[in-house]
Each structure stands twice: as C-alpha cells, then as structure tokens.
C-alpha cells in the first residue's frame, strides 16, 4: 500500500532572501543560509547574485605585486618584486619611478603633507629607504628612519616601526624630522615596545580614533597626542594580527584576521569576532603554513579578506557586508594586495597582474558559481519528507547557464542528482523544477544545489513538501 496520501497542494514554503554562506552546523542553521557558496556577492541582497568580474588592466611580466598605493585618490601605484615602484598611467604602467628595491618585502603607503608642500605618497618595506612620490617623481625621505616598515599617518604625525619593537612618531606636521628635539608637545621620538614571548610587531594601522599596534598574538593602542603623554593600553594579550596586509579600515571599524579568526575593532573594548562564526571554519582549515600570505582590502561597502586554502599564496576570498551581516566566498581570484581609488577597486595578484574589479566576466572567461542549501527536514529529523513541486525564479540572461540538482543526504557530494536544466531565457520566468519520485521521496533530508556559469540573479526559491507522521 502507498504510504505517501494523495495530496493535491500543499502550501507553498518560499525563500526571497538569501543570507549568504553559514559553515555552522548544517541542520541547526536557518534556511536563508547556504552550507556552501562559490562567486556570490551581496551586492543585490536579498536576492542572490553572482559577483563582479574582472578585467587585467596592467600586467609586469615575471613579478608579483608587492603592495599598492594611492596618490591623493587619483593615481595608483605598485612595487612589485621586480625591484620596481611604478605609476598607473590609466593605460599601462609606466616606467620604473625607482629602481633596485627589495624584490620580497611588501610595502606599506600612506599620503601626507606636512612640511612637504603638497601631498605626498609615502612607502616603506623595512629594508629599503622611506619613499616619498610628489607627482613626479619618487625620492628618499629624508631624516626617515633607516629600516622603516608599516609607516601611516595619524593626527598630523607619521607613524614607523623599526626592529620589530621600536616604534617612532615625527615631529608635528614634519615629515623630515624624526629626531630633533625643543622640548615642545610637538617633539619627534620613539618608544620601545615588547611582548613577553619575544615576538616582533607584525603591523601598526591608524584607525579606530587611535594608533593600534599589533603582534601576532597581543594588540595595544596608541593613547596620547605628544611625547609627553603617550602611553601603550593593553587591547587584548590574546588577539593579533597575522601581518600589515590583512586589514582594512572600513566606516571607522578595523577588520583585521587574526591567527584565531576573522576580528572587528572599534577602539575601547576588546576586538570581536561574534560576527565571524558562520565563518571560523576558514580559519580552522586554512593552510597555516602559508597564513602569514594573507590580506585584506575593502571596496567601500564590503571588507574582503584573502586567505590560502589550499596552495601557498591566497586562493580564497571571504567577503563580508556589514550592512546585511553576510558572508560569501570568492574563488579563482588570487590576491596578494588590494586598493581602492575613487569609485574603483583593484586587487594586485602574484603574477604581476593589475585586476581592476566590475563587469560580468573574468577577463573574457564565464564566472562559475555554486550555492547548496542547508539540509532541509521535516519537523522532526525522524520523519520522512518529500517535496511534491519545487520552482526557482531567476534572472538569467543569454549566454548563463544553471543546473539544479537535488541529494537525500545531508552532507557529501556523493548523491546529487541532476533535475533540471535552467536555460537562457533573458528575463525574470518561474521556471517549475518537476523533481522524479525517486529523487526527493522517502528521505529524512534534502539539500538543493544551484551550479552554472555567468551572470545570474535568483529572486526566489519555493516548495511544497509533505512528511509523513513519526513511526
């Protein structure tokens, strides 16, 4: 006898918002989730959508980009591990601006003004000399530290960090003088600052109202406006940051990736990583060996963070939303620096390559993308479940393509099941997906996995399912 009664409808379940990628346990989270994404991006939230593409603008052949920087939001620069600081001239790069750098140390910029006239862009690897680009040409700054490394700005004073435990301050609105003293609030000096397990500084970023200086492990912040009244707070002897590249500063809030998870710091309290959770499994995964590889940059809207999964330079990008708290995975993207300039965004790569981020492909090549639900159930796991009619409505313009399939599991790859075929059809159709008896009946659960290529926004997702009592 048929067990399953005849049902002729069954009140629709529908899904219209799409939260992003949650890797806590799959049958505790809520269904806007995912158990796993690939190439999403936020951007049309609630719906779901594919991320932008890129397009390379600028490649140095034999060289990967060591750092980027940004002269008075309209001129992008880079180091790259040829030993050469170049302009983007909007076009190509232009002729080494210097020369003879160090080609495996990664450089840290910031603009300032000062005593210098105008503007200028400021860059320091540790082992080179401070550099000063003024529009036109790039040249020592003198009376610079030698040895310098993550030099910023801050309140009208730059910022330096020498021997991995001394930290200097300019004089007052002087780039040039780090060591002459009057005996004025305004007076240049240095300070030591050591843990106790011997770790050196692994970066120093302004932001959060303060200084923040961090080791790998320990964070302390910069208190004070002169050498009369500076003092380093304790933020947190347990929380660092793996490297200078792997924060970003956005809306007044440091992003920052940690040895022990993705962190946000305010100032004043101790750095949180609560919002993180849905994404520990990252860090608990990633190849540790290759972490010190990691960054982070920020598109005004979004934080990315870049970590390497499973090769030795990043693989990955997390991206994060602050305004919609979700999360997304980036993949075939592989970053060694980012920068934004105006409106654009770009991304510095290991191969030398200039990525400028927008468009609906990558550099010519379709965007591939995956999104698998979470393992779907009756109202108690012990019962049996099926899925009478499911149906997706989705924009897919010419040239995309979907498949949708279907697993009785709750985890694996083993048992997806391809059932149906989501063509091109150029504008928003509710397109019903007519799923075999044998595909979504007799299960205690199942999952839905949309796989395709190119552009593609998904509006909706919905279900009839029907279970039968516990036995």
């Known amino acids: 006898m048929n067990p399953w009664p005849y049902v002729r409808h069954r009140p629709p ?3 219209r918002e799409f939260r992003g990628e949650n890797r806590l346990d799959p049958l505790s989270i809520s269904p806007e989730y995912a158990t796993e994404t690939r190439n999403f991006t936020s951007s049309a939230y609630p719906a779901l959508t594919v991320r932008p593409g890129h397009s390379v603008i600028g490649e140095i052949t034999n060289a990967k980009v060591l750092g980027m920087g940004v002269w008075k939001d309209t001129e992008l ?3 790259f591990s040829d030993g050469t600081w170049r302009r983007w001239t909007g076009s190509i790069w232009s002729n080494p601006l210097a020369s003879g750098l160090n080609t495996t140390a990664k450089w840290s910029f910031c603009n300032f003004k000062g005593n210098l006239g105008d503007f200028n862009l400021l860059g320091a690897n540790g082992i080179d000399a401070v550099k000063k680009y003024d529009g036109s040409t790039v040249s020592n700054l003198s009376g610079a530290p030698a040895n310098a490394n993550f030099i910023d ?8 960090v020498t021997n991995g435990t001394q930290v200097h301050f300019s004089e007052l609105s002087v780039a040039t003088n780090w060591t002459a003293i009057e005996q004025s609030d305004s007076d240049p000096g240095s300070f030591i600052k050591e843990i106790n397990s011997g770790k050196k500084i692994s970066g120093m970023k302004a932001g959060a109202g303060h200084i923040t200086v961090f080791f790998t492990s320990a964070s302390f912040e910069l208190y004070g406006t002169s050498a009369s009244d500076f003092r ?3 933020v947190a002897p347990d929380i660092g940051m793996l490297n200078n590249e792997s924060s970003a500063l956005l809306d007044g809030i440091l992003y920052f990736i940690s040895e022990r998870g993705f962190y ?3 100032g004043g309290s101790r750095p949180d990583k609560g919002f993180s959770a849905p994404m ?4 608990d ?3 540790k060996a290759a972490r010190q590889t990691c960054c982070a940059g920020t598109d005004g809207k979004r934080v990315y963070f870049a970590i390497p999964m499973y090769s030795a330079t990043p693989d990955t990008i997390i991206e994060f939303t602050p305004e919609y708290g979700t999360w997304y995975v980036w993949r075939d993207v592989a970053p060694s620096c980012f920068a934004r300039m105006g409106d654009n965004w770009y ?3 290991n191969a030398g390559r200039l990525l400028q981020i927008g468009g609906a492909n990558d550099n010519g090549s379709a965007i591939a993308w995956k999104w698998i639900s979470k393992p779907f159930s009756a109202q108690s796991m012990s019962q049996v479940i099926r899925w009478l009619r499911a149906w997706i409505s989705a924009k897919i313009p010419a040239g995309s393509a979907m498949n949708v399939y279907l697993s009785k599991s709750a985890e694996g790859d083993d048992d997806w099941t391809l059932v149906q075929n989501i063509p091109a059809t150029g504008w928003i159709s509710s397109k019903p997906m007519y799923i075999r008896s044998s595909v979504a009946v007799n299960a205690h659960f199942i999952r839905l996995k949309i796989e395709g290529t190119g552009p593609m926004k998904l509006h909706e997702f919905a279900r009839e399912e029907d279970y039968l009592p516990l036995r």
Not at 153 to 160: G, P, W
Not at 280 to 283: C, D, E, S
């Open 13 to 15: 379940i529908i899904q």
């Open 347 to 349: 991304i510095g790569d």
């Open 232 to 234: 380093m707070i304790e």
């Open 264 to 266: 946000r710091y305010g």
């Open 153 to 160: 700005e801050h309140d009208n004073r730059l910022y330096c």
């Open 285 to 287: 995964n990633m190849n």
């Open 77 to 79: 620069h880079a180091v």
């Open 280 to 283: 520990q499994w990252y860090i």
